[in-house]
């Protein structure tokens, strides 16, 4: 479909067929969907439709951010790249055209030294100097400018760096949250395999979802529920601190990745996370109605060595299927015997 014009209209139906808020994100990701420029995307959002559940904003907010603002970050890390490609290719022309006005200079030196060595009228002098004095100038007036030069692209590729790095950062972070993104969990679980292997060092992985998240979004608004994911956030972000990394997996779902962390180190982590939500009463700002306490759900799972990625990940959801099929508000892991909530 490539009629933008008719795209628009379908979008629109769409979010009323699946009763989704008309605001400009959810237009842009209906858009996005229906015109068939992002198949990742338009294959995700198939699959939710088939399961029921594509109105659920927060799976909408999560392929929005993996395949539409992801795509855009992407995209602006490639124009800086390649602003300091550009930048960094002028300062090696800059370079290339010193040495030559270097060599050249450096002939007319010899070119002097040699007519100094005959015998020469003071006319002759006279010129020999003044042919020196020029080039000296020359060059003296060339070298200041490959310095003013030189300095502007320092502070030129300074900046480019600079916006480079930034935009690093916000890539790997989650926006609404500011916990790392999805990605950023990709990268750093992948390394802390790694490092645990190679090391013979303790790598923990901590899954949590929030309980009954979806009716609680349905009852008091988006909004709210967006306030909710900045709380859990919060108290990740208080309890976890460098190396270990609090994540956002996606949705409701976030992740503790716990490197030279054991598995009862790592329970003990995420059920200290897990009271501390708990303990937080929630206050609608705009009416001042009390809606009570979250709760959270976490499963853990100690990496083994040769295991991939989808194997830990695998074993840390069962281990969170668990601790929701008993009851909720639990920390779980594959040693735990009976629903179990840590003492204090």
């Not at 010899?110 to 080039?135: F, I, K």
Request: proline fraction near 3%; glycine fraction near 6%; charged fraction near 30%.
């Amino acid at each position: 479909m490539t009629d933008p014009n008719l795209v628009a209209e379908m979008a629109i139906k769409e979010m009323e067929t699946h009763g989704v808020a008309p605001t400009p994100d959810n237009y842009e990701f209906w858009f996005t969907h229906l015109s068939g420029t992002n198949p990742d995307l338009s294959r995700e959002v198939d699959l939710l439709t088939q399961n029921g559940k594509v109105k659920d904003a927060g799976q909408i907010n999560t392929l929005r951010e993996r395949y539409i603002t992801q795509a855009d970050k992407d995209s602006a890390m490639l124009d800086v790249g390649g602003r300091l490609e550009k930048e960094l290719a002028g300062v090696m022309q800059m370079l290339e055209t010193a040495s030559k006005d270097t060599g050249a200079y450096g002939d007319s030196l010899n070119n002097v030294t040699a007519a100094l060595d005959a015998e020469r009228s003071p006319a002759e002098l006279r010129v020999l100097m003044e042919t020196l004095v020029a080039a000296t100038r020359t060059m003296e007036g060339r070298s200041k400018q490959l310095e003013q030069r030189l300095e502007e692209s320092k502070e030129e590729v300074t900046q480019l760096r600079r916006n480079m790095e930034e935009i690093r950062t916000e890539a790997m972070t989650d926006q609404l949250t500011g916990l790392a993104n999805r990605r950023k969990f990709d990268d750093t679980v992948a390394a802390c395999m790694k490092s645990a292997e190679d090391n013979e060092t303790p790598f923990t992985l901590i899954l949590g979802d929030i309980d009954h998240f979806k009716k609680f979004n349905d009852t008091y608004g988006h909004q709210t529920g967006d306030q909710v994911l900045k709380l859990v956030a919060q108290c990740m972000r208080h309890h976890v601190r460098d190396p270990l990394t609090p994540a956002r997996y996606g949705g409701e779902e976030f992740a503790l990745i716990l490197p030279f962390t054991d598995l009862e180190a790592g329970v003990r982590i995420a059920d200290q996370v897990r009271r501390m939500i708990e303990s937080k009463e929630l206050v609608k700002k705009s009416t001042g109605e009390n809606l009570g306490a979250v709760t959270m759900s976490f499963g853990a799972a100690l990496f083994e060595p040769g295991e991939t990625i989808r194997d830990l990940i695998k074993r840390a959801d069962a281990c969170l299927y668990t601790a929701k099929r008993h009851g909720r508000n639990q920390v779980r892991s594959e040693i735990s015997e009976d629903v179990r909530k840590m003492a204090s």
